[in-house]
């Protein structure tokens, strides 16, 4: 887009419209009497039209530059409103991720609790077992009773056998 024109620029431009018809146009012509008025006067026309045709090119193009302006702003406009619909969405699927972080959180945190509950009850079952096989083992020695010895045997040939782990029902 060109800048307004100044006054002195538009009185160049006129000057230069007009300028090279009038030098022809009154070279050696008389301009007293009813004859010269009659001359002046179609001079006046002639002037009048070439700087309405000057001034009607400038309001063509300020019209023009106005269009293209007034598009250029809605274009603008448009292009704000969809990048706000754009950071809207983006602030609400932020929202929705923060949610399903404090979600994700609080299952892992649940999860970590109940390992650490299974990992006190695995301590506590096979401290239990230590101790019933040192009882066994006390028995085994200390007793002269066959049944009691025969039957702490069986006991620690029980424990030394796998068994399938049990769930517990929350």
């Known amino acids: 887009m060109t800048d307004q024109p ?46 309405h045709k000057v001034r009607d090119r400038e309001m063509k193009q300020l019209a023009a530059g106005r269009a293209t302006w007034t598009a250029k702003a809605l274009e603008m406009e448009q292009a704000a ?24 959180s609080g299952e892992r945190e649940s999860y970590r609790q109940a390992w650490k509950d ?21 028995t085994i020695a200390a007793s002269v009773r066959v049944e009691a010895v025969q039957q702490a045997r069986d006991t620690l040939a029980a424990l030394d056998q796998p068994q399938q782990p049990t769930t517990t029902e929350a």
């Open 6 to 51: 100044t006054p002195d620029s538009l009185r160049e431009q006129y000057a230069a419209a007009i300028r090279p018809a009038m030098l022809l146009g009154l070279q050696d012509a008389e301009l007293d009497g009813e004859g010269g008025t009659q001359r002046i006067n179609e001079w006046v026309d002639w002037i009048a039209e070439k700087i």
């Open 81 to 104: 409103e969809q990048a706000e619909a754009a950071l809207e969405q983006a602030e609400l699927d932020a929202e929705q991720q923060a949610r399903h972080f404090r979600t994700l």
């Open 118 to 138: 299974e990992q006190k009850r695995r301590a506590t079952a096979e401290a239990a077992i230590e101790r019933v096989q040192r009882l066994c083992d006390l």
